[in-house]
C-alpha cells in the first residue's frame, strides 16, 4: 500500500498561506534544499492536489525548464475537484478525483507504485489532514512569522499527535520537519 506524503511549507507561526506573503516562496530555498526536494519528489508515484493548486501549476510547469519542471510534468497527477470538468488538456498525465474524499485516496494508495505525494495547496491538505490520511508529514519551516493566514492543521476536528522522524536544517534557514502519525 502507497503512502500519502504532505510536503508544505509553513511559516513559524504555523501558517501556510497569508494576505501578506506566502510562506513557500517567501525565503529563497537555495541548492541544497532544492536537490533534497528534487530527490524526493522525483521518486513519487503521483501528485494530488487541489483544483486552485492545479490551476496555477499548469499554466507554469509545462512551459518552465526549472528543475522541478521534469518531475512536476512527467509524473501523473490527481486534481481532486468537483467542478473542473477535464484537466488532461491542460497538462497530460492528469485525471480528476471527484468522489469523497476518504474513498478516492484510499484507491489511490491501493493502486500499485511508489507513495504520493500531495505538494501544497491549503485546503486540501487541511481536509486530509482532518479526516486523518496523510501518512507522512515533510513540513518546510520558514524563518518567517506571518502573524494570521491559513494554519494547516484549523479543520482538525481534535488534536492530533505526530512523532517526529527527522529535522533536517538548510543554510537558507528552512528547517524540514518530518513527523508520522503516532497510528502509523
Known sequence: MRDVILYMSMSLDGFVGS???????????????KQWKLDRISRAGAHLMGRITYQEMSSYWPRSDDPYASPMNDIPKVVFSKTLSDAEASWPETRVARGELTTEIAAIKAEPGPDVIVWGG????????????????RLLVQPLAL??????????????????????????G???????????
Do not use: M, N, W
Open 19 to 33: 494576505d501578506r506573503e506566502h510562506p513557500g516562496v517567501a525565503v529563497p530555498e537555495g541548492a541544497e534544499l
Open 122 to 137: 491549503g485546503r486540501l491538505a487541511g481536509a486530509l489532514a482532518a479526516a486523518d490520511l496523510i501518512d507522512e508529514y
Open 174 to 184: 528552512v528547517v524540514v520537519h518530518i513527523y508520522r502519525p503516532e497510528h502509523s
Open 147 to 172: 502573524g494570521r493566514g491559513q494554519a494547516l492543521f484549523g479543520q482538525l476536528p481534535q488534536s492530533r499527535r505526530l512523532d517526529l522522524v527527522e529535522t533536517t536544517p538548510f543554510p537558507s
